[in-house]
């Protein structure tokens, strides 16, 4: 035995046929023919037929020899529907009808059936009719004595006769026969269906009736989601608990004339998924749901060019089952162990180009991989694989001319190795990680992708603007940490620049002083003259000190200008390039990013410059040439402010050797004058550097304002970034929580996480000398207390929060911590560099990354065993990777689970998968081929191994439907029957009534 297993094929459940006991209208002498003929004909092809009669099997016996003349040949199901009416009336004036159909496949099942009929009797004009063609003859007689013909009479007494539903349930009770070989059927509508039943005191006849049945006849969408619990008024376990079980609805022709032969309204057709035998009925009562359709064309399942048909294998003489059919849905492979379960997988992966280098380069003897441990023995062999729809594909079975340079993987190919590479108990795996960002990016729509093809290329585009921010904002950090120590530095010298100055007025006094001693008698007023002269001087000498300084930063502002230019601007301008390389811009529209200044600002400094030179040479001046040394060279009146510091820098000169007659004494004098002027100069410069001392306190608290500012931005910047990720991941997180059954276990969150003890680390081993005697002495305190303050900040605050959390935390520890400095304070060039380092780690983001996480169960994926990591994995693939819709090749997905797991998490998974995509599996587990309802069984079976060569390998594959496959799985799978029984328990299935 070799098939796909488990198809969906159109039945015709309900199909009257030429001589009919009742409302015959097939006419003409070529109504058989015709008849036949429009059922060959039918589109879709209808491939079992339940031949209709009222309580008489004569036209399904007709049937059965046109079959066995050579006719109906599609069709290699051809069973029974005996209709009865019960004694049960609807309110449009019917009766309701039951159908009873039944199994072909006993040889006798005509005599037993109408022997079972037998059985049933109707009570009327003082007599008992049994359900027999002759009572029914001669009820149709007795009715209307004016009958003379027994077909007339036949037809009448059908009408008239009715069935007792507690008789016919008893009969069905009482005959084993009848429990094993017929399934109930009744009509769900108005006229002669249990929906007529309406009235109050007949509802629980009516759900009794309902509750007996296997299969209820309704055409409409709302009738079958009701019978498979899916409407709101009640649930499938309702559903069971009433009425003892889902049921297939099923419609048919109802044809009793040529017209209707297959037809049904509305293009309403009967599908059932199975094998062309009776049990494929048992079957789709078991589940309903995934067995028995009612519509134009079967439910939709995997895409045909994404359905691998069949393989083909050539030139391997241990193949002795060169050609295998596949199901489209759920193929599963068993087997005793080193049977060819994994060859068969391992052969669809090689035609597939899905078996990795890695793999084929492996060591063979530490390979899994049936075809790398056997490449020296598999010969020239090779595998053609044929799909649904598109070209074959044949590929060597030693790997030699696997993956080409034009090769993609057709299928998704989880073998043993891959698996436990994935989910490896060493720890997370990048692989894994990268299978569920592939999952999170592909569960975005196009349309939001952004162009982007991969999860992380998506996320450096949404992202990246805040991290580039945070960088920014971190180097803003530094900058103003440097500026604060500055700042700092200066505050220090306050009191000694206060000594300095008072030390420098001390000294500018004394040389005044000494210098009134040498002037004689008579020439007060001309020392007085000069004093007035060397203040005027003093103030010309502070402004052309300024006009200096101004000039000098001209002339710095314009090598600054010209450093821009030439390397500061096509650098900015390089990187702004590369962080923004998708902008498609040319080099022409880039080059309007090249910073430059907005104004002339060449032409300015080149002004700039002249201009200051002008005010500098108007200050100095021109020495005026030498005169009479008793005439001044300026009246005593003029406006000093007007003189130039030649002029009066000549007459000072002049002055001074008339002060004092004595040469030594004029030297004295002009020696003193020129201290006096260097000293209040420095007493000048010290007086400024004084204010700006005093002045550094306001301005540092205002620079850690600002600090604390850009941290704060910082963490603005962490929690943007944190925010983008949460919306690539919403999509997700929508679907898990509109999920049920084991995706609802799943979670993904995503969070700050702040390495603490990183933080801590970086301080102790390179910042803070931990030999000192202090609060912070000996490893392990530093990391406390930022747990205790600022990891909860960290991690869960806003930037208000995080700011708070460190200002609270330099309060208490900033002191203590400056005193484990390894750098006396007294070396002030190498504390300043080191407070520096320390403000940047202690206002430093990098020990705080952006962290997604992956709990099943509550538990985080880097804590859950091997195992159950799997069960993440097939999650990713079965439950949500609804994107690939490639075929999905499993090698033993229930490895490293116990059974319980099995059931509990991967069943439904495969039963969900199944109805998308290709699902091959190979398993050793009755659970995930019983209860997931696999769609196909392949066994394998090895012969003897001889020596040097492979062993014959044997594939035999059908349906669970047949009998002879499901005492297969049985007698290979540990556990067979009872999974079979738990199946039956937890659908809460009851096929005798």
Same mark, same amino acid.
């Not at 509305?266 to 009925?281: A, T, V």
């Not at 999860?455 to 998506?458: A, K, Q, S, V």
């Not at 005026?624 to 000093?640: E, S």
């Given at each position: 035995m070799l098939n796909r297993g488990s198809e969906w094929r159109r039945w015709e459940p309900h199909i009257h046929a030429p001589g009919t006991v009742m409302n015959n209208q097939f006419k003409g002498p070529n109504a058989w023919e015709d008849y036949l003929t429009a059922l060959e004909d039918a589109t879709p092809t209808i491939e079992a037929i339940a031949v209709t009669d009222y309580y008489v099997t004569e036209t399904y016996e007709e049937v059965i020899r046109q079959k066995a003349a050579g006719r109906l040949q599609n069709a290699q199901l051809i069973f029974p529907n005996v209709e009865v009416r019960l004694d049960v009336a609807t309110a449009r004036g019917g009766f309701v009808n039951l159908h009873l159909f039944v199994s072909p496949e006993d040889p006798s099942h005509i005599e037993e059936l109408q022997r079972l009929l037998s059985r049933l009797q109707f009570n009327v004009m003082e007599d008992r009719f049994d359900c027999t063609r002759a009572d029914l003859i001669r009820l149709g007689k007795k009715a209307d004595p004016a009958i003379t013909d027994d077909g007339a009479a036949l037809e009448y007494g059908a009408s008239q006769f009715k069935v007792n539903f507690q008789q016919l349930r008893e009969v069905y009770a009482e005959s084993g026969w009848a429990k094993k070989n017929i399934l109930i059927g009744v009509a769900g509508g108005s006229n002669d269906g249990t929906s007529g039943v309406r009235e109050a005191a007949d509802q629980t006849l009516r759900r009794e009736i309902e509750g007996f049945a296997h299969v209820i006849f309704a055409s409409s969408e709302a009738q079958r989601e009701f019978w498979l619990g899916r409407k709101p008024s009640m649930s499938p376990d309702e559903i069971r608990a009433t009425y003892g079980g889902l049921k297939p609805c099923l419609h048919g022709s109802d044809a009793h004339d040529l017209d209707n032969v297959a037809s049904p309204f @509305?293009?309403? /057709? *009967?599908?059932?998924?199975? @094998? =062309?035998? /009776?049990? *494929? =009925?048992r079957q789709a009562c078991i589940d309903p749901g995934g067995r028995s359709y009612v519509g134009a064309e079967p439910p939709a399942s995997a895409t045909p060019s994404q359905v691998i048909s069949g393989i083909e294998v050539a030139d391997a003489p241990w193949? !002795?089952? #060169? +050609?295998? #059919? =596949?199901? $489209?849905?759920? +193929?599963?492979i068993i087997g005793a162990r080193g049977s060819g379960k994994t060859a068969l997988a391992d052969m669809i992966a090689a035609g597939c180009d899905s078996i990795p280098d890695e793999a084929w380069n492996a060591d063979e003897w530490a390979n899994p991989s049936f075809l790398v441990r056997a490449r020296p023995l598999v010969g020239s062999g090779k595998v053609t694989v044929n799909w649904a729809a598109g070209d074959p594909e044949t590929r060597a079975l030693d790997g030699s001319d696997a993956n080409g340079p034009f090769a993609y993987e057709r299928v998704r190919y989880l073998s043993q190795q891959f698996v436990e590479d994935l989910c490896s108990s060493s720890g997370l795996t990048d692989e894994l990680l990268r299978e569920i960002e592939r999952v999170i990016f592909e569960a975005h729509p196009e349309e939001s992708r952004d162009g982007a093809l991969d /999860? @992380?290329? =998506?996320l450096e585009q949404r992202a990246s603007r805040h991290r580039l921010a945070r960088e920014r904002e971190a180097e803003a950090v530094a900058q103003i940490s440097d500026r604060i120590a500055t700042e700092l530095e200066k505050e220090k010298l306050v009191a000694s620049y206060e000594a300095e100055v008072a030390k420098k007025k001390k000294l500018v006094d004394a040389y005044t002083a000494d210098r009134a001693k %040498? +002037? *004689?008698?008579?020439?007060?007023k001309r020392a007085q003259r000069h004093t007035e002269l060397a203040g005027a001087a003093n103030e010309i000498r502070t402004k052309l000190r300024q006009y200096t300084g101004q000039r000098q930063t001209f002339l710095a502002m314009q090598d600054e200008v010209a450093n821009l230019r030439r390397n500061q601007a096509p650098e900015t301008l390089r990187q702004t390039q590369a962080r923004h390389k998708h902008s498609g811009m040319s080099d022409e529209q880039w080059a309007a990013f090249l910073l430059d200044y907005t104004g002339p600002v060449d032409d300015n400094l080149s002004g700039y410059v002249k201009w200051v030179d002008g005010k500098i040479g108007e200050l100095k001046g021109t020495? $005026? $040439? $030498? @005169?009479? #040394?008793?005439? #001044?060279? /300026?009246?005593?009146?003029?406006? %000093?402010? !007007?003189l130039t510091q030649a002029v009066l820098n000549a007459e000072m000169a002049r002055l001074e050797k008339l002060v004092n007659a004595d040469k030594e004494a004029q030297r004295r004098y002009a020696t003193l004058s020129t201290n006096i002027a260097t000293e209040t100069a420095a007493l000048q410069t010290l007086t400024e550097k004084l204010n700006d001392a005093k002045g550094a306190k306001e301005r540092a608290r205002q620079l850690q304002a600002d600090r604390e500012a850009a941290y704060g931005r910082a963490f603005d910047a962490l929690v943007a970034e944190q925010e983008v990720l949460e919306d690539l991941y919403a999509p997700l997180m929508a679907r898990l929580a509109s999920s049920s059954g084991t995706l609802r276990k799943l979670s993904f969150s995503v969070a700050r996480v702040a390495d603490v003890e990183q933080w801590a680390t970086e301080a102790e081993e390179g910042l803070i000398d931990l030999r000192k005697v202090g609060s912070f002495r000996g490893k392990g305190t530093l990391v406390q207390k930022a747990n205790e303050v600022l990891k909860e900040a960290w991690e869960t605050g806003d930037s208000a929060g995080v700011i708070a959390a460190m200002a609270e935390f330099r309060r208490l520890y900033q002191s203590d911590l400056l005193d484990h400095s390894p750098v006396p304070r007294t070396e002030q060039a190498e504390f300043r560099a080191w407070s520096k380092r320390f403000a940047q780690w202690l206002f430093g983001t990098d020990h705080i990354e952006i962290r997604y996480g992956i709990d099943y169960d509550g538990v985080d994926i880097r804590k859950l065993s091997p195992g159950t990591r799997g069960i993440v994995l097939l999650l990713l693939y079965l439950g949500l990777d609804d994107n690939d819709d490639r075929p999905l090749v499993i090698d033993q997905p229930e490895e490293n689970l116990d059974p319980k797991s099995v059931f509990d998490e991967l069943v439904h998974l495969f039963i969900e998968a199944k109805s998308h995509r290709q699902v091959i599996m190979v398993t050793h587990n009755a659970n995930l081929v019983i209860n997931t309802d696999a769609d196909q069984i392949i066994i394998a079976e090895a012969g003897p191994h001889p020596h040097g060569s492979l062993p014959p390998i044997t594939y035999t594959s059908g349906g669970l439907e047949n009998a002879a496959i499901r005492k297969l799985v049985c007698d290979i799978l540990e556990g067979g029957e009872n999974a079979f029984q738990e199946r039956a328990r937890r659908l809460r299935v009851r096929l005798s009534r």
């Open positions: @509305g293009d309403r /057709f *009967s599908w059932i998924k199975g @094998g =062309l035998e /009776f049990d *494929s =009925l193949m !002795t089952t #060169p +050609v295998i #059919p =596949l199901n $489209p849905g759920l +193929v599963a /999860f @992380g290329e =998506l %040498l +002037v *004689s008698k008579g020439s007060e020495p $005026p $040439p $030498p @005169g009479d #040394p008793d005439t #001044p060279y /300026f009246a005593d009146d003029i406006d %000093l402010t !007007t």
